[in-house]
Structures are given as C-alpha cells and as structure tokens.
C-alpha cells in the first residue's frame, strides 16, 4: 500500500527563520509529487509537481525538492503570510489518484 | 480561466436527510474528483469520474454516491446522513487523462446536527 508521512507535524517559525518540511514516501513506480498549500476553511492551492529525483522547483520563497525516498519544503526567510498547512501527494503505480500526506501545519510568528 | 466553483458552499443539515453538493471543474478538465477532510482524518478520497465514468472509488459507504453530466459537472449525494458526515467536501479537477496535479474549489462545509 502506498504510503506518505509527512514531518513535522506542525512547525513554528520567527519571520526570517529558513527551515524545511519533509514528506516521506513509499510507493512503486512514482508518477509525480505534489505539493500544496491549504489556507483555513479553504481548498488545497496548487503549488509544484516533481516527476523525478533530482528535480527541483521554486516558486518565491519556496523550494521543493525530489530525493527516490522523500521531498523537502524549503521555505527561506518566512513572513507571517507563509502560515498554512502544507500537503503532500504522491501518484505512483497505474493509479489516476494522488495519496495525500496528513500535511504539515506551518506558523511563522512576525 | 476561471477556477474550479463548489455549491452550497455551507449547509446545515439534520441527521437522516440526504444532501447533494456541485462542482463545476475548471474549463476543459474531464477528471473530478471529491475528497473528505476531517481534523481527524485528513483529506479522505471518495471518488473519482472521468468522462461522466467513474474510475476510481475510496473506501466509504454506499450512502456516498456521485456522478459526472456530460458537461464535467459533477455532484456528489449522501443520503441518510450521520453525525459524522460533518466535514469539509473537496472537489478537485485534473486536466490529464491519467492524472496529475489537482485544482480544488473551495470547498463545502457540512454540518450535519
């Protein structure tokens, strides 16, 4: 059964402080990992799409990155309006549907 | 383009009623897919349909029950509802026929009292 973790579960950070979320995987055959952002009481925003490990994609303040076992989040200089949960999906196999990540609750204080 | 839009976007229901939610997808996507969300449980899939088929089915009762119009329209019903069916209904659309990166709407929340 495909699975994915993500860690840590929640994450406080000063305005300023780099740090990285994690999101672990074992599947067979990775299709494609996702990343999202989820505001409260909202639906999950789009973010990047890795296919393979090595691949790297930015966006802003964001940096996402591909190993064969796991992806990382790296946000650099935070602000407050970087606070969401983050979440994770993995496509593998024949599948045509993403398994979800439990996700990552991230506070950056000012 | 415009993107993916969810009605009701709150409904209060009582148990033993049934509810039907809409998603309209984004433009020229043919995949819909809905999700539960709960604190407790995360994002939880129910199903999936493509070209008004559905190709995929998560574990959940046979209360839940959804279909797609020829237009990619979509909705989702539950009927009989419980207490725990209280949670936010996400729907998301794919453009790629296997897959790929999902756009939500955002979401209807129901309370079930």
């Known amino acids: 059964e495909d699975q994915v973790t993500q860690s840590p579960e929640a994450l406080r950070l000063q305005e300023g402080e780099s740090s990285s979320l994690n999101c672990s995987y074992t599947v067979s055959g990775l299709r494609g990992l996702f990343w999202y952002r989820q505001d409260p009481g909202k639906g999950p925003e789009f973010l990047f799409t890795l296919y393979s490990a090595g691949e790297e994609k930015e966006k802003e303040r964001l940096k996402a990155t591909l190993t064969k076992k796991e992806s990382f989040l790296h946000i650099t200089a935070p602000k407050p309006e970087d606070s969401a949960t983050y979440l994770c999906a993995v496509q593998a196999g024949g599948s045509y549907i993403p398994t979800f990540g439990r996700g990552t609750s991230l506070i950056v204080h000012p | 383009k415009a993107g993916v839009t969810q009605t009701p976007r709150y409904l209060i229901k009582t148990r033993g009623q049934q509810v039907t939610l809409s998603c309209s997808p984004i433009s020229g996507h043919r995949s819909v897919s809905w999700y539960q969300q709960t604190p407790g449980q995360g994002l939880q899939f129910l199903f999936e349909y493509f070209s008004e088929t559905q190709r995929n089915k998560g574990n959940f009762p046979g209360r839940f029950s959804g279909r797609q119009f020829s237009n990619s329209r979509s909705e989702m019903n539950v009927s009989t509802l419980e207490l725990g069916d209280s949670a936010l209904y996400l729907c998301?659309?794919?453009?790629?026929?296997?897959?790929?990166?999902?756009?939500f709407g955002p979401g209807t929340r129901l309370t079930v009292t």
């Open positions: 998301a659309s794919s453009a790629g026929i296997q897959g790929g990166e999902q756009y």
